[in-house]
């Protein structure tokens, strides 16, 4: 039986990279915030999207992605009805990508919001990634050329690293990328050694 191993870590801890590192170590890997985005181009869940949120966010028939996270990341109760049309699509996706990989003792499912979706539920093991706030905040601002304010609000709308850490069964510190990908390997050791003694 394929087990399960969610990959989370706050926004710029670096977690993307982590599960690029796993794949390159023959780990099949699920990036939720891509397949996400893929998603939201589908007519089905454009639909809904536009039915909750009007056409305004809409720039003749493409979403508007930076006019959505602004409305979503500054009213909790919009995120969570984004997050009821998106979260039960990507599942279903989830779910089809694992057919394909039953022959893999592990999969890494890599979410951003593993623990606010429900989703750690569906895991079998959960990984967090940590980094100090300040490098967050920097590498955030450089990838998505935003600023600090915005990249703050989206940090507070997820759950903080002491909240992740106290429900995961391994972290990894991401202060520096080598000895996180140590960190990796290491924790892949284990999870071998668990699954031939089971």
């Not at 592990?106 to 623990?115: D, T």
């Not at 391994?170 to 140590?182: C, P, Q, V, Y």
Request: charged share 30%; glycine share 4%; proline share 2%.
């Amino acid at each position: 039986m394929t087990k399960i191993i969610g990959l989370t870590g706050g926004i710029g801890s670096g977690k993307t990279t982590i599960a690029n590192y796993f794949s390159t170590l023959g780990i099949p890997v699920y990036i939720a915030d891509d397949e996400a985005k893929k998603l939201m181009e589908s007519s089905e869940v454009k639909d809904s999207i536009k039915e909750k949120f009007g056409e305004s966010i809409f720039d003749n028939t493409i979403l508007n992605r930076a006019k959505l996270a602004e409305i979503v990341f500054a009213d909790s109760e919009k995120l969570d009805q984004l997050n009821a049309i998106v979260h039960p699509a990507v599942r279903n996706h989830f779910e089809k990508w694992l057919l394909n990989h039953k022959a893999s003792p592990f999969v890494i499912y890599e979410a951003a919001i593993l623990f606010e979706s429900g989703n750690y539920k569906n895991c079998d093991y959960i990984i967090t990634v940590t980094a100090p706030l300040e490098s967050r905040i920097q590498r955030v601002i450089e990838r998505d050329k935003t600023n600090r304010e915005q990249v703050l609000k989206r940090i507070n709308a997820q759950w903080n690293d002491e909240q992740r850490i106290s429900k995961s069964n391994f972290i990894i510190d991401n202060r520096n990328i080598e000895t996180a990908k140590l960190k990796a390997e290491e924790i892949l050791k284990i999870l071998n050694i668990q699954q031939n003694e089971g």
